[in-house]
Structures are given as C-alpha cells and as structure tokens.
C-alpha cells in the first residue's frame, strides 16, 4: 500500500528512510470497599467475567480498590477505542491529562503514539484499542505498584476478553514487565515472542521515552512492524 505524505512525513521524523519512486502516487469491585486496606483487592475476574462493556466501565467508574489512587484522581480512565480492535495498545497508567480528560494517552506521549498509528495508516478508535495497566493516575505520575496493576488487572482482562485482539502492544517497561510477570530490563523484552493470555504480544518503548530519547524510534518502529505482521497472521 502506497504511504500517505504524512506517513512519510512522521517515518522521516522517526528517523526512517523512506524511498518513493518519483512518479508514485500520494499517498468490584465493590465501591464501599474497605478504603483502609493497606493491599488493594483485587478485582475479582468470577465478578467481572460476564459483564458487557457499559457494566465493566460502570464498574470501573467507581471502583476503589486503591484508595490511595481513587481519592486523588479526577476521574477513572477507562480505555477507549473500537471494541473488536485487531490492536491494543497497553501502556502504564493515566498522567494529568489523562485524569482531567478521562481518555488514555492525551498529552504529549500520547500526540506521538497517534502519529505512530498514521504511520501504520491506523487511527485511534478505528481497529485500536488503547488502555493502561492502571485506570486511576498514580500521585505525581509515580510507577504504578504491583498490587495496584494486580488490583486493577481483572478490569484489563476483561477488556481484553471482550476485544480479543490479534495483537497487544505493551507500552514501555511498566507494561511490559506487569502484563509478562518479568522484571526483565525492556531491552531485554524488546525484539522477543511474548503472549498475553494466549495473545500474542510485542514490547516497545513507552512514546514518552521515544519523546526524550528520539534516535530510538527506529527500534519501536520495528518493533511496530513485528506486530502489523502478526495482524496480518504473517
Ligand atoms: N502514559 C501512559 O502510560 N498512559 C497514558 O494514558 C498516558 C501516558
């Protein structure tokens, strides 16, 4: 498929030669749950396992199984996209803009992660799904706890169920090393088959790191590729 000259555009940003032929055309949890709970509950998968998407979010929507996070945040952020995506895209948890516009990568990080998807001729919302390990920000855009994305891990998997994606894309090494039970470094998670669930599953860095470390978008776009063949059932 010929490449849109935005395409080329964000691929020569990202540092990634781009050859066109001349005369190519353009292209419940429970909400009273005991809030002084030092280990968030998880949520229990038996409770959530049948619930359709306007339940789950509902669920989600006043869920306080960390009490730290749930007193802090604006509001829950959910995931948003088509629900039978091919592609989810999974990174750690909402920041500020996240919070205050309920909507996952909003800010800058998540500026680039949409022209990545130009790039994959994707778009938000049209065969992808976007969602955090986390739902709630964690306070000053801390590294989500284990038990917080344990607590928060049947609300994903849940998602994840009803979407049944071909493909999962973990965001970065929060992402990655939650959804794989790893404490491998990204590098080493990176460029390996990995499956979530019996899905398959591609680690790339985290869009806010690509933002300070730019000379790596090459590898994600790699690895971004890796992840269109499994689409493609290549
Ligand atoms: N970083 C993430 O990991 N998720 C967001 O939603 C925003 C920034």
């Not at 309920?102 to 800010?107: A, K, R, T, W």
């Given at each position: 498929m010929p490449l849109s000259r935005r395409q080329r555009e964000i691929l020569g940003e990202m540092g990634i030669p781009v050859w066109v032929r001349r005369d190519a055309p353009p292209v419940s949890l429970d909400p009273v749950a005991d809030a002084s709970a030092e280990r968030p509950a998880p949520v229990d998968v038996r409770d959530v396992a049948a619930l359709g998407w306007e339940d789950l979010r509902a669920r989600v929507a006043v869920c306080v199984a960390c009490a730290e996070l749930a007193s802090q945040r604006t509001q829950t952020v959910f995931g948003v996209g088509d629900p039978a995506a091919d592609w989810l895209f999974i990174g750690e948890a909402p920041g500020a803009e996240e919070d205050r516009r309920?909507?996952?990568?909003?800010?800058p990080a998540g500026q680039l992660l949409d022209n990545m998807l130009t790039a994959l001729a994707l778009q938000r919302g049209t065969n992808v799904h976007i969602a955090n390990i986390l739902k709630c920000r964690p306070p000053g855009n801390r590294d989500p706890k284990p038990e917080e994305a344990e607590a928060c891990r049947g609300f994903l998997d849940r998602q994840i169920a009803l979407i049944r994606p071909r493909v999962i894309v973990a965001l970065g090494r929060v992402a990655a090393q939650s959804l794989l039970g790893s404490s491998e470094p990204l590098g080493r998670l990176r460029g390996r088959e990995h499956a979530y669930q019996g899905t398959p599953l591609v680690v790339t860095y985290h869009p806010a790191y690509l933002l300070r470390s730019p000379g790596e978008k090459a590898k994600a776009w790699q690895d971004l590729l890796r992840a269109r063949s499994l689409v493609a059932g290549a």
């Open positions: 309920g909507e996952p990568f909003v800010g």
